[in-house]
């Protein structure tokens, strides 16, 4: 069966801190993987990933793929509190027509 | 340039209710995706239809449970005699064509069953 999983579940920082938000996949014919912020509402894209190696940025945060590892990181340097949200990590597989299989995300807190 | 609409907001029915759920895909979008958020836990894919046509609808679970995408109006899910296991967030997103994988989310319908 398909799977992500996300690793924290949860997090506390501080502003100003760095913090790494872990996903790992098990699927079959993997096609991307894709990031997501979700605040009280619509979940946002931030980042869709096919490649290995090659880090996706924005601003303060940027992704990297391991296709062989089968993981992604998301990471988020000088944190604020508006960063705080749940993260969520979702996979397309071969086959699947397009749909995404998320993981259960993690919840990020920002204090200030 | 409106997003994903999706309405109500929030939705109280009592059990063996009928809830519809209603989402307006972003314009120029004719593929539309259902999800369903439990507490705790990640969106669950449910349904996925273009105009008129049920494309993948693996994760609907086997009964009370229906969607649609006609061809003039927006996505209905249907969710027949509810019970409360059926509390949840329910998201839907469009995306442009087929094999998009960037979708766009709603904000979503609270569904609460008393």
Redesign the interface.
Known sequence: EDK?VQSPLSLVVHEGDTVTLNCSYEVTNF??L?W?KQEK?????LF?LTSSGIEKKSGRLSSILDKKELFSILNITATQTGDSAIY?C?V?AGG??????????TKLSVKP | NAGVMQNPRHLVRRRGQEARLRCSPMKGHSHVYWYRQLPEEGLKFMVYLQKENIIDESGMPKERFSAEFPKEGPSILRIQQVVRGDSAAYFCASSPRAGNEKLFFGSGTQLSVL
Do not use: D, E, H
């Open positions: 992500v096609r991307s894709l997501y509402k619509a979940p946002t894209f869709m969520l979702a397309v699947s027509q397009g749909n995404l299989i998320f993981g259960k995300g």
